[in-house]
């Protein structure tokens, strides 16, 4: 079977799973292009070129993986994000294009030319905390997760990334491993915030195969904010920034507990969804 006839074949299969048709062929390919080695130029110059058994066989057993709706992205075991590379297992969430504008957001309001000390919270693959570590060279970045299976992870992107010199990984529930440190002048974080009557609703990719404990967070979806934002206030500087990831429709309980915070600021996504809200803690001496 050549390069051509096994992503065309590959690809049929895939497309008879309404949920996987979408992407069937780009799926195809990436799978077939992770096995053998190649780069996509090769389907075009050498497409005729017969696949060896063995890599058959691998392809063969990937492509039964997805059918099974297990993500590509644990398939591949990669993700980029931000320009980044990123290593991903079923033990992180998978980085999504969204999140990349709080990291955006972060890096428009820190300098980048004074040392700085922040707190990514939730850290899963490491995704926000390497991002902001890369482009703020003189910030010493600390990343928390309560799974130790995902810090593993972050831990092995930031070696990957020769970042881990200017990073520390811990294991913590929210931000308790750091309380009683020196403030920091920002938190991040993209919290669970999935309520859990939208459990079915989601797509299996993400209810079936992704962590659930970076997904849920009680009936509206609001658990992990009721008790990260408090813990923030005491953590940071004065003046000190706040900046995390929503769910849909959350705006305003957000806003609500954020009450006291200064220059609390909301940004959208592209497709006009609240998606990232920026605070800050009351300054020395504001009223």
């Known amino acids: 079977m050549t390069l051509r006839d096994a992503i065309a074949a590959a690809a049929a299969r895939l497309s008879e799973q309404v949920d996987l048709g979408g992407n069937a062929e780009r799926d195809a390919e990436l799978l077939l292009l992770h096995v053998t080695g190649a780069a996509r130029t090769v389907l075009f110059t050498d497409g005729d070129r017969p696949l060896r058994a063995e890599e058959l066989a691998t392809y063969e057993e990937l492509i039964a993986r997805r059918q099974t709706g297990e993500p590509i992205q644990y398939i591949l075991g990669e993700q980029e994000f931000y320009g980044l590379p990123f290593k991903v297992t079923s033990a992180v969430l998978i980085p999504r294009p969204e999140t990349e504008l709080l990291v955006e957001a972060v890096l428009d309001r820190l ?47 930031a070696q990957r990334l020769g970042l881990d010199h200017r990073m520390r990984f811990m294991r913590s529930d929210l931000l308790a491993g750091v309380e009683g440190e020196e403030p920091f002048d920002a938190v991040l974080s993209n919290p669970p915030y999935i309520p859990e009557s939208d459990r079915g609703s989601l797509h299996r990719q993400v209810r079936e195969f992704e ?32 900046a995390i990831e929503i769910g849909y429709g959350q705006r305003l309980a957000i806003e609500d507990l954020l009450y006291g915070w200064n220059r609390v600021k909301v940004l959208s996504d ?3 969804i609240a998606r990232v809200v920026i605070a800050r803690t009351q300054e020395i001496g504001s009223r």
């Open 270 to 272: 592209l497709q006009g």
């Open 211 to 242: 962590p659930e404990m970076a997904l849920f967070a009680g009936a509206e979806g609001m658990d992990i904010y009721r008790r990260l934002l408090p813990a923030a206030a005491k953590v940071l500087k004065p003046g000190g920034l706040l």
């Open 111 to 157: 300098p980048k030319d004074q040392p700085l000390r922040i707190v990514d919270v939730g850290t899963g693959s490491g995704a926000i905390a390497i991002a902001v570590a890369h482009h703020l060279p003189l910030a010493a970045v600390t990343a928390l997760d309560l799974s130790e299976a995902a810090l593993a992870v972050a831990q092995k992107n």
